[in-house]
Nanobody, 120 residues
């Protein structure tokens, strides 16, 4: 069973930094695009950043210049470095990935989410 497990959330003051990590585990043949999404209370889940296996990134305008996404293909991990955090960044952050198990088609997986709270 493939799992995505996030870590690194917490409470930080505005202007501070946090680093989120996500590790994929289980029977994994390959991992395609991975990314981070977030959902604030009363709002829809939105894309924060994605990264391909080749390292190409897509960053939401709202976090561009403040957040950086990276991945380690050998360790099946993806990270989100968040700097200059603002109260509006407060949300539950979810890891997402397109993962292929041996002898299976690609499937999309979500982590359980990690809370990020930015105080003003």
């Amino acid at each position: 069973q493939v799992q995505l497990v996030e870590s690194g959330g917490g409470l930080v003051q505005a202007g501070g930094s946090l680093r989120l990590s996500c590790a994929a585990s289980g029977r994994i043949f390959s991992i395609g695009i991975m990314g981070w999404y977030r959902q604030a209370p009363g709002k829809q889940r939105e894309l924060v950043a994605t990264i391909t296996s080749g390292g190409s990134t897509n960053i939401a305008d709202s976090v561009k210049g403040r957040f950086t996404i990276s991945r380690d293909n050998a360790k099946n991990t993806v990270n989100l470095q968040m700097n200059s955090l603002k109260p509006e960044d407060t949300a539950v952050y979810y890891c997402n990935g397109n993962i292929r198990e041996p002898y299976h088609s690609v499937a999309n997986y979500w982590g359980q989410g990690t809370q990020v709270t930015v105080s003003s």
